[in-house]
């Protein structure tokens, strides 16, 4: 997954990437481990957008174990289940970053094959994460998400804001994204 935070003081609030217990319950979803490879040139502090990272059950309003800035070429690898829970702090710049997940087999598996239980919360977590993308949408314009998802489409959209300049690509009926 390809992700820009427009700056403007987007953030994503404390979550886990599973929320499991030990590989069991409802809402496992097969991620084990979280990689993220961060794409900031020049990344300074006052930039905000850092990674922090608290301890395993840690309250609401606890002291972070860890704070990363996100600069360029820094590759993190946590935990992905409720043992790292994490947030990224709002950024005033715009913030670039790759994730990856590496799964559990028999974990995801077990998510997929779930009964109604598991169902519920996998549309539930993607209601969260379309709520957020709203979220961004109004604060920071359409530009935001589609930056993320398809640059092309984000600058042909941020030309014809300006005056309508040639779209190229992202106009093609060809393209399933336009």
Aim: charged letters at 30%; one cysteine or more; aromatic letters at 6%.
């Amino acid at each position: 997954m390809v992700t820009c935070y427009p700056g403007g003081g987007a953030r994503y609030v404390r979550h886990c990437d599973n929320a499991c217990d030990a590989g069991e319950g409802a809402r496992c979803n097969g991620r084990r481990l979280t990689a993220i490879l961060y794409l900031n040139g020049h990344w300074r502090t006052d930039h905000g957008g850092q990674l922090r990272i608290y301890a395993p059950g840690d309250a609401e309003g606890s002291e972070p174990v860890a704070e990363i800035a996100p600069v360029l070429d820094r590759l993190v690898l946590f935990l992905a289940d409720r043992r790292c829970p994490h947030e990224v702090l709002p950024a005033c710049a715009d913030r670039y970053a790759v994730t990856a997940w590496f799964h559990d087999r028999d974990e995801l598996q077990r998510a997929r094959e779930g009964g109604t239980e598991a169902r519920e919360v996998a549309e539930t977590e993607r209601e969260k994460i379309a709520r957020e993308i709203e979220r961004f949408e109004r604060e920071f314009g359409r530009k935001a998400t589609l930056a993320a998802a398809l640059p092309a489409a984000a600058d042909a959209e941020a030309a014809d804001a300006e005056g309508g300049a040639d779209r190229g690509a992202a106009d093609s009926d060809d393209d399933p994204a336009a």
